[in-house]
T-cell receptor
């Protein structure tokens, strides 16, 4: 079974600064997907960014980028130019490649606070 | 964009009663929907995978008779918590796959906060 670990229960960053959230995972599979989801106080789960394991290039979405280290099984999220609206719980998630197992396995989350 | 609607957003019920939560895909057909449970300040745990026209697949440790799932149409899945008890109080979230391919993105509903008194 796959596991996802987020070792930082809480993080804070000054507005406009950069912050990196850590995520490690354990799997015996070679192909899979990794995700970062954001859950603001509204509790809506919002997809931030997605990475396919077979792609060597790190995914980027505007101010959000990842550092995917497949050998180390590490998948960190970097948020640049932090904004007040970035304050939320951030969950790292793993999904197997293929139809057989579509479920998402989530980490325990990191609560990000933005300091004005 | 694709929207998943969940209803109700909040529900309070008495111990021993049953509660039904609906998850609808508003502008797309969803052959597969997923039901998650989130305890306070904790992560989301998958409860079951709902498949249109067939029985749901439950995760280990989830009581099938306790959490009844029905996926009778391509746009609606329901989760019924039967004979609810205070320990069933939690936040329940559904998600649906947009598109027919397995790597299609998942969209989440806004969740339902269930409080059993």
């Amino acid at each position: 079974a796959q596991t996802v670990t987020q070792s930082q229960p809480e993080m804070s960053v000054q507005e406009a600064e950069t912050v990196t959230l850590s995520c490690t995972y354990d799997t015996s599979e070679s192909d899979y997907y990794l995700f970062w989801y954001k859950q603001p106080p509204s509790r809506q789960m919002i997809l931030v960014i997605r990475q396919e394991a077979y792609k060597q290039q790190n995914a980027t979405e505007n101010r959000f980028s990842v550092n995917f280290q497949k050998a180390a099984k590490s998948f960190s999220l970097k948020i640049s130019d932090s904004q007040l609206g970035d304050a939320a719980m951030y969950f790292c998630a793993y999904r197997s490649f293929g139809m057989a197992d579509e479920k998402l396995t989530f980490g325990t989350g990191t609560r990000l606070t933005i300091i004005p | 964009g694709a929207v998943v609607s969940q209803h109700p957003s909040r529900v309070i019920c008495k111990s021993g009663t049953s509660v039904k939560i609906e998850c609808r895909s508003l502008d797309f057909q969803a052959t597969t929907m997923f039901w998650y449970r989130q305890f306070p300040k904790q992560s989301l745990m998958l409860m079951a995978t709902s498949n249109e026209g067939s029985k749901a697949t439950y995760e280990q440790g989830v009581e099938k008779d306790k959490f009844l799932i029905n996926h009778a149409s391509l746009t609606l899945s329901t989760l019924t918590v039967t004979s609810a008890h205070p320990e069933d109080s939690s936040f329940y979230i559904c998600s649906a796959r947009v598109g027919a391919t397995y790597n299609s993105p998942l969209h989440f509903g806004n969740g339902t906060r269930l409080t059993v008194t």
